[in-house]
């Protein structure tokens, strides 16, 4: 069969977007598209909702699914309110239905949406984290890691681990890698594997780099970014409200509210589109592969709005 398929991106987070109807080779079409283009993330899946606007599914890269992906959450978003002529609407995800909206354009004509990162539990049940029969693991060092390195597990609802780091953490990546991959291997602590995030204060916020689950290190999740401006405000590093988020991507917003003993979480950044495409999808997978391509032209706009935040990330990404 023959389909279109969009190529976006939210702080350089890339995927393809598909806009179809259930179908039970999620899987296989992500790897034959990981496999024709190495800088995808992955597939978001864009499928009628008997509740919400529209339902969303991620495939990470490797073909694994998530339960959410606050980047593809925004491009799903924008796609859904262009197509329904909405300003705001609702986007079903594998465990709960997110609040989405348009903001205004960044002064360069990029497009921004805002999209709630719902439910956060620090419960280790709910990521799940398996660690000495404890129920939290909230802004302390894990002994077996690193006695210097404070971190936090968070699922929201994807599961994270977000390290509080010094800078040399960041220009020499090691440690988070060997980590990273060490959980996301077979290993006693995180049965479903784990995003890793370290944490590093800038002025104006924080910068964030992740090691995906599913992916490898990326420029951007945002679902890591909001859990660490969320862990960051818990440790007195950002106050709560909107948190600059710096990343190898560029930059978002995320808005942390504490509710009682609950949070309220948003992301708020770009949402945008690279090129469209027609696939051919075959069973024979030799005979798959894309047809055409064609390149948009948002990019360069996007680009420009990086050169901004280049004197932040530029510290950390070399
Ligand atoms: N990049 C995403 C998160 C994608 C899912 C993640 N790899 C997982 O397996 O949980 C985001 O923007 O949140």
Redesign the pocket.
């Known amino acids: 069969m023959e389909f279109s398929l969009y190529k976006v991106h ?2 350089m ?1 890339t995927f393809y977007m598909l806009d179809g109807a259930e179908r039970n080779d999620y899987e296989e079409l992500t790897l034959k598209l990981a496999s024709l283009d190495p800088q995808t ?2 597939l978001l899946v864009v499928l009628p909702s008997e509740t919400a606007n529209a339902k969303m599914r ?1 495939i ?2 490797d073909g ?10 925004r491009c799903v978003a924008r796609y859904v309110c262009e197509r329904d002529g909405l300003e705001e609407g609702v986007i079903e995800t594998m465990k709960a239905s997110l609040h989405v909206k348009k903001e205004q354009t960044e002064q360069d004509g990029i497009a921004m949406y805002a999209v709630e ?1 719902s439910p956060v539990s620090f419960q280790l049940a709910d990521l799940p984290m398996a660690y000495n029969g404890e129920s939290e693991w909230l802004l302390k060092p894990l002994p077996f890691v690193s006695e210097e390195i404070s971190y936090t597990a968070v699922a929201v609802p ?3 681990l977000i390290g509080i780091v010094p800078a040399e953490y960041q220009t020499d990546p090691t440690h988070q890698q060997k980590w990273a991959e060490y959980f996301n291997g077979p290993n006693e602590y995180f049965s479903d ?3 890793v995030s370290y944490v590093t204060k800038v002025e104006d916020g924080i910068f964030v780099k ?1 090691f ?4 490898g290190f ?1 420029n ?7 859990a660490s401006a969320l862990v960051s405000c818990l440790a007195g590093l950002a106050p709560y409200g909107d948190v600059n988020v710096y990343n190898p991507g560029g930059m978002v917003k995320c808005s942390v509210a504490k509710e009682g003993d609950s949070f309220s979480l948003r992301l708020t950044g770009n949402a945008t589109y690279l090129s469209t495409h027609r696939f051919e999808w075959q069973e024979d997978d030799a005979k798959s592969g894309f047809l055409s391509s064609e390149p948009l032209q948002e990019q360069a706009l996007y680009e420009k709005f990086i050169e901004r935040t280049s004197s932040v990330t530029e510290q950390f990404v070399k």
């Open positions: 939210g702080s987070n993330d992955g991620v990470n890269r694994s699914e998530a339960s959410m992906c606050g980047n593809g959450l990162i994807n599961p994270h594997g784990v995003n992740t995906e689950r599913g992916v990326t951007a999740c945002g679902t890591a970014m909001t």
